[in-house]
């Protein structure tokens, strides 16, 4: 859920457009990296959830012991990778937020805001 919201702040609220330009920019200090950083690890880890759900649903009905190691390592190797790449992207999106201009920002500071804390809560959850 946690990647959901992350996901859902960036893409609705993650850019903005100023009065003077046409142009959409990342609301994280006009650096697009930091909102594709956000999007993409939000859309992978949602994806991977559903992936390891449903392997958790027909753990039983595998009898082999040895894919039962496999799917269980690559659930906890998955879960330590993705909290390391969640920290990252928790780092990353405060670094630019405290870089951002107030003046470029609007009414999209909650979104951004609930991004960040979003990402420092999936640490945990994963």
């Not at 670094?95 to 909650?110: C, G, L």
Request: net charge negative.
């Amino acid at each position: 859920i946690f990647a959901l919201i992350v996901f859902a702040c960036l893409v609705g609220d993650g850019y903005v457009n100023p009065p003077e330009e046409s142009r959409l920019f990342c609301v994280f200090n006009h650096n697009e990296d930091a909102c594709r950083y956000g999007i993409g690890i939000g859309v992978l880890a949602f994806l991977a959830c559903i992936f390891f759900f449903m392997v958790d649903v027909y753990f039983p009905q595998i009898s082999n012991t040895t894919d039962r190691k496999y799917l269980v390592l690559a659930d906890l190797g998955f879960s330590g990778l993705w909290t390391f790449l969640w920290f990252i992207g928790f780092c990353f999106l405060t670094n630019q937020w405290s870089w951002t201009r107030a003046e470029d920002v609007y009414i999209v500071a909650d979104s951004a805001r609930a991004a960040i804390t979003f990402s420092f809560f999936s640490i945990f959850s994963w």
